[in-house]
Each structure stands twice: as structure tokens, then as C-alpha cells.
């Protein structure tokens, strides 16, 4: 299926269940995508502009996870779209996942059936 295609990627979190669920999924597609295990390789500002470019969404709070202990701690309720990109980058635990790229347009993976849409 992704033989002629552009290449994929999946913004990836081993422990997070919806990532290994739409991992497996891109496997059952045969769709072979590149890993970025985002912990492991933080995003840089650009990427994350990039990443929400594809994504079709201008507000960074859209792809932060609200919910994350380091959100409430930071006190991002009220930050503007550039502070959150600041902290997505110092904090990429805060970043929603899993995230799938393909040919310039992107889904968030929640549910992970959501990733089909690329294919």
C-alpha cells in the first residue's frame, strides 16, 4: 500500500497504548513508517509548526495533552500558542500521540483507527 506513496511517520510513544495500537495498525495496512520516538528525539519548534501545518490546526493546544501532571504543573491553562510550543519542545511528554504524517497531511491517533483517513 505505501509502495509509491510519500514516506510515514509515526509520532510514537512505546508505553502509550493508543501508539502500540496504531502502530500494529500501520503494520496491518503494510504501511512501513518510520518511528520517531518523540522522548527520545524532542521536536524542535519547527517541527512542531510543521506538524500542525499537516495536521490543519493553528492552535498548538490542540496536539498537548491537558492532562499530563507537567501541564498542570507548568501552569499552561492560560499560556498563548507560543509559550505551549516552548513547552512541547522542553516538554514533549506533553505532546498528543500517536500522531501519523503522511504526504504532508497528518491524524492524531485517538482513537487509532482515525490514522486510516491517510490511506
Not at 493508543?18 to 524532542?42: D, H, T
Not at 490543519?56 to 495533552?65: F, K, M, N, T, W
Not at 492560560?78 to 505532546?95: G, R
Amino acid at each position: 500500500m505505501s509502495g509509491t506513496d510519500g514516506p510515514t511517520t509515526i509520532w510514537h510513544n512505546p508505553r502509550c497504548s493508543k501508539s502500540r495500537q496504531a502502530k500494529a495498525l500501520l503494520e496491518e495496512l503494510g504501511v512501513e513508517a518510520e518511528v520517531r520516538e518523540y522522548l527520545k528525539e524532542p521536536p524542535t519548534r519547527a517541527e512542531l509548526q510543521a506538524l500542525l501545518a499537516a495536521l490543519g490546526l493553528s492552535d498548538p493546544r490542540a496536539i498537548v495533552r491537558t492532562g499530563e501532571d507537567a501541564y498542570k504543573q507548568l501552569g499552561l491553562a492560560d499560556a498563548t500558542p507560543d509559550e505551549l510550543l516552548d513547552a512541547l519542545v522542553d516538554n514533549p511528554i506533553l505532546l498528543q500521540r500517536p500522531i501519523v504524517v503522511r504526504d504532508g497531511r497528518a491524524v492524531i491517533g485517538r482513537p487509532p483507527e482515525d490514522i486510516r483517513q491517510l490511506f
